[in-house]
């Protein structure tokens, strides 16, 4: 059974004086120990799409329809039941580590308190301990100091290093990322997409990624599906959809993607007259 799977989902946004339909009727399934994603450039509904499935769309102004099996769970059917999901069977990885911590509390404390939604039974030492090997796991040195430390005192790098740890802390069957690495340097990204494929490959955990970086889909993808308009506008393997796409949008999605050309040859220094 998959983890979570979509069936024609719609998420229609109240706006001012009209309705803005940001999703339009998309379908996709994700099993355990893959990774799917939905790409796309901005305002195509990717991340409205993920935020809707975790009921963290504004309320009274977002309306869904069509069904969300998160475990077997119908969220659309009975909102309700994401309370005890979130946080369980599934888990967020925001997109910017700087906004999504708590500045007044240590990242012990929060750490913590996510141990204690999964775990009410661990108790003093053992949520200590379960925090220092999490910090471990996601390859953060001497995890003992950085748990006394505040959210400003860590780099940008290291603090979502900690929210994947919250989020392997709730031993979720499901993470969700919501472009985990569009606030880091480019230096920071690759280890943090590693770090992101060697905690599935240890766990089994299925990820729902949504990013505007085919490169990332690339790396991290089984599965991708490329958004427009809230559509779906193709979706297949991950080898396909990069290598051989059918669409014309994909294939302008890809020709934006950088490519690095020959070096040019050295130009010759003019030999200074006084040298000759």
Not at 83 to 89: A, D, E, N
Not at 191 to 205: A, F, H, M, R
């Amino acid at each position: 059974m998959s983890v979570l799977e979509v069936r024609d989902l719609r998420v229609e946004i109240m706006a001012p004086g009209r309705i803005v339909r940001a999703v339009d009727g998309v379908s996709f399934s994700v099993d355990r120990g893959e990774t799917v994603t939905i790409i796309g450039e901005s305002g195509s509904g990717k991340s409205t799409t993920a935020m809707g499935l975790l009921g963290l769309l504004p309320p009274g102004l977002a309306v869904l329809s069509g069904q969300a099996l998160i475990h077997g769970t119908d969220v659309i059917a009975t909102p309700k039941a994401l309370r005890k999901l979130r946080g369980r069977t599934v888990a967020l990885i925001p997109q910017d580590p700087m906004t999504s911590l708590s500045p007044v509390h240590t990242i012990g404390s929060q750490l913590s308190q996510s141990l204690r939604i999964r775990r009410p039974d661990l108790k003093g030492a053992a949520v200590q301990a379960r925090a220092v090997e999490l910090l471990t796991s996601v390859r953060i040195s001497t995890p003992e100091e950085q748990l006394r430390k505040y959210p400003h005192q860590l780099s940008g790098g290291m603090l979502q290093r900690v929210l994947i740890a919250m989020a392997f802390a709730a031993e979720a069957e499901l993470l969700v990322a919501d472009e985990p690495t569009s606030a880091l340097d480019v230096t920071v990204q690759a280890s943090i997409l590693d770090l992101l494929l060697d905690l599935q490959e240890k766990t089994g955990v299925a990820i729902l990624m949504i990013t505007h970086d085919l490169g990332v889909a690339r790396l991290m993808s089984d599965r991708i599906n490329v958004m427009k308009d809230g559509r779906f506008v193709e979706s297949g393997e991950a080898e396909q959809i990069v290598d051989h796409p059918q669409e014309a949008y994909t294939r302008k999605l890809l020709a934006a993607v950088p490519a690095l050309g020959p070096l040019d040859p050295p130009t010759p220094r003019p030999v200074k007259e006084s040298a000759l």
